[in-house]
């Protein structure tokens, strides 16, 4: 247990049936009242942010949450299978949970998993991926103009935007935080 006056950036609780990282937080001491602290707090399960006021001396449960290497299996419909590389026991995450990653997930790829009593919550991708195209129309030679983009289907099925010089087969870098190209591998 702790008090709203030992909050931290990154740290998790356990908040009215919910698994809660702070965001953001910010202790107010009004000239007259009590003090309290103004939180900013995202849902591991559902990913919204929840702006909560608690009094300085409110006791709140911290999380414990755990944080694996997994390498990511294969997917059967929505389903998405992962193995812990220590323990080799397998592991399984529904694709609403894994919501805009899954274009960027390919087989055998190792990512990190945070789990809270064994529930997984969310899976972290490496920040760059090389991703092999598989399908694009082809650029027009000589067509060198700087920033223009055309759509690429990628081995996962995703579709993001390339420069006009890549081509079907190339390997490319893409920024899985943003889903950017970021060179050609």
């Known amino acids: 247990m702790i008090t709203a006056n030992q909050f931290k950036t990154g740290m998790t609780l356990e908040y ?13 001491k009004p000239g007259k009242g ?9 849902n591991l399960r559902t990913k919204k942010i929840l702006e909560r006021t608690f009094r300085v001396e409110e006791k709140l449960e911290v999380a414990f949450i755990e944080e694996k290497k997994m390498q990511f299996l294969y997917a059967a419909g929505n389903t ?11 592991a399984t995450m ?14 055998n790829m190792d990512v ?41 289907t990628i081995e996962t099925g995703a579709t993001i935007s390339v420069p006009l010089f890549i081509n079907q ?17």
């Open 16 to 28: 009215d049936g919910g698994i809660y990282v702070i965001v953001d937080f910010q202790p107010v």
């Open 34 to 42: 009590a003090a309290f602290t103004r939180t900013k707090m995202r």
């Open 80 to 90: 998405y299978h992962f193995m812990d590389q220590e323990t080799f026991e397998e």
């Open 94 to 107: 529904d694709k609403e949970v894994l919501k805009d990653i899954v274009g960027y997930l390919k087989e």
């Open 112 to 152: 990190s998993i945070i789990s809270f009593k064994n529930e997984l919550l969310e899976v972290n991708l490496p920040m760059f991926v090389e991703l092999e195209i598989t399908h694009t129309e082809p650029g027009f030679k000589g067509d060198t103009t700087g920033g223009s983009l055309k759509p690429a």
């Open 169 to 185: 087969g190339d390997k490319i870098k893409i920024d899985t935080r943003t889903g950017a190209y970021v060179e050609r591998v």
